[in-house]
């Protein structure tokens, strides 16, 4: 049995039996099957269904909200604003799809030329437990929009979850095995990913499990799609607005308890002001109610696990050890872990150097937009950051100096369905959302008509 524990009380909040070998390969041959004829239908039939599921979204964002926060301990208010969040994507793909996949014609010396996007089959999800509905919507939309099909593999502790994904396609009126829950453990992923019927496979998780996936994609010839872990940077220069940016960063690290690939996990700032911010960025982050997720003033819930949170403790105590100042917090209890903050931790210490999955962030001053541009760079992370600034000019003449993914300027990282998203270096490959995400998995077929 696969089990959800509520990591705020311990209970045992679902639990349902893992699929055999045999009834994995019998769903997947159903979903091939539906993929058959689910690729003859329009865009317009497709929209309509697409349309339906975000008004189910909206509809009962309650019952599914109350299920993530009882399953991974994300406070109440964030995880109703997640649903609304996936009911957006479902209406973004619906209203776009058609014109994101129309036919691109190209002139050359054919009497006719163009490219079709069409779609590919069956494709895994391989997701993880942060973001339980938005994680697999941003995929999701896009994919059955396109004409293909998604199977997922969720993570093992937010299965009621998983389930009301599905929920979600069957109420709206796809028709059955458009998308399925397969409740599977780790270790069947590999075989998943093998079966012939599954043409590809997208990650949202860990670097050792994109490895993984990746080898094993690889392997078989199958186009895969990883958005990995980040240690996104907040840079703050000496003319940023100060107290503008002081709700953004706050933001960026504590959301969803600092449980985010895209959470501000660096605070990188400029020597002429880390005094003043500092001082209101411990009372800010001091000010933040933790508590019962369930309760709608929380903002720091518990950490998802308690093994994390434990983690979390031993990446702080290393670096605490190595001369970073301890300004606030720093106590756990089981699963709960104080919104924390380190000050003077260097680029050698391991706030700085691993990617920090909670509510902990260290302080880094700099000097020179050289050295705010070394500082980022030399992470083997390449997610996204924010910088800080009232100088656009500066700004710009910055950003191509980043290697990351994505640059955000006075804002944080955040995923927005208009826009691409991924990352570079160990953060991943390939991109999701908007019109490149869509596209990922397509056949881009080249069509050439000559005339005699």
């Known amino acids: 049995?696969?089990?959800?524990?509520?990591?705020?009380?311990?209970?045992?909040?679902?639990?349902?039996?893992?699929?055999?070998?045999?009834?994995?390969?019998?769903?997947?041959?159903?979903?091939?099957?539906?993929?058959?004829?689910?690729?003859?239908?329009?865009?317009?039939?497709?929209?309509?269904?697409?349309?339906?599921?975000?008004v189910e979204l909206r509809?009962?964002?309650?019952?599914?909200?109350?299920?993530?926060?009882?399953?991974?301990?994300?406070?109440?208010?964030?995880?109703?604003?997640?649903?609304?969040?996936?009911?957006?994507?479902?209406?973004?793909?619906?209203d776009n799809a058609a014109d994101q996949l129309a036919p691109k014609t190209i002139e050359t010396d054919a009497e006719e030329s163009y490219v079709s996007y069409e779609p590919i089959g069956v494709v895994l999800a391989v997701m993880p437990w942060n973001y339980p509905f938005w994680?697999?919507?941003?995929?999701?939309?896009?994919?059955?929009?396109?004409?293909?099909?998604?199977?997922?593999?969720?993570?093992?502790?937010?299965?009621?979850?998983?389930?009301?994904?599905?929920?979600?396609?069957?109420?709206?009126?796809?028709?059955?095995?458009?998308?399925?829950?397969?409740?599977l453990s780790s270790s069947k992923i590999e075989d998943v990913i093998k079966n012939p019927k599954v043409k590809a496979v997208t990650l949202t998780g860990s670097t050792p499990a994109g490895k993984a996936v990746a080898s094993t994609a690889g392997s078989e010839i199958k186009k895969s799609v990883l958005e990995l872990g980040g240690s996104n940077a907040l840079v703050l220069f000496e003319d940023c607005n100060l107290e503008e940016t002081l709700k953004k960063t706050v933001t960026a690290r504590f959301q969803n308890t600092g449980q985010s690939c895209i959470a501000g996990k660096r605070l990188i700032v400029h020597e002429d002001i880390v005094a003043e911010f500092t001082e209101k960025f411990v009372a800010a982050v001091k000010d933040l109610k933790s508590g019962d997720p369930m309760n709608e003033d929380t903002y720091i819930g518990v950490m998802a696990r308690e093994d994390l949170a434990e983690e979390l403790e031993e990446q702080l105590n290393k670096t605490l050890k190595a001369g970073g100042k301890l300004l606030l917090g720093g106590k756990r209890n089981k699963a709960y872990f104080e919104p924390t903050i380190v000050g003077d931790v260097t680029s050698d210490m391991t706030l700085f150097e691993e990617e920090?999955?909670?509510?902990v962030i260290g302080i880094t001053t700099f000097k020179t937009e050289k050295e705010a541009v070394d500082l980022v760079n030399q992470s083997i992370f390449g997610l996204g950051i924010s910088l800080f600034t009232e100088d656009k000019a500066r700004a710009k003449r910055l950003?191509?100096?980043?290697?990351?993914?994505?640059?955000?300027?006075?804002?944080?990282?955040?995923?927005?369905?208009?826009?691409?998203?991924?990352?570079?270096?160990?953060?991943?490959?390939?991109?999701?959302?908007?019109?490149?995400?869509?596209?990922e998995f397509v056949n881009k077929k080249t069509v050439y008509f000559n005339k005699f």
Request: net charge positive; aromatic share 10%; with cysteine.
């Open 399 to 439: 950003v191509p100096q980043y290697d990351d993914g994505a640059v955000f300027v006075n804002d944080l990282v955040k995923s927005d369905p208009r826009l691409p998203f991924g990352g570079t270096k160990i953060s991943g490959y390939g991109r999701e959302l908007s019109s490149d995400g869509i596209q």
């Open 1 to 54: 049995m696969i089990q959800s524990i509520n990591p705020y009380n311990q209970k045992v909040v679902f639990e349902t039996k893992e699929l055999t070998i045999e009834e994995t390969k019998s769903a997947i041959d159903q979903a091939h099957d539906r993929f058959l004829s689910w690729r003859k239908t329009s865009y317009a039939e497709r929209s309509k269904l697409m349309k339906a599921a975000a």
């Open 59 to 94: 509809k009962n964002k309650q019952e599914y909200a109350e299920t993530m926060t009882l399953e991974m301990g994300k406070p109440i208010t964030q995880a109703i604003a997640e649903i609304e969040k996936c009911a957006w994507v479902c209406d973004f793909y619906a």
């Open 135 to 183: 994680q697999v919507f941003r995929f999701a939309a896009p994919a059955l929009m396109a004409g293909n099909i998604g199977i997922l593999k969720h993570a093992s502790n937010v299965m009621r979850s998983a389930d009301n994904i599905q929920k979600v396609f069957e109420r709206a009126g796809f028709p059955k095995n458009c998308f399925t829950h397969l409740p």
């Open 356 to 359: 920090t999955f909670g509510p």
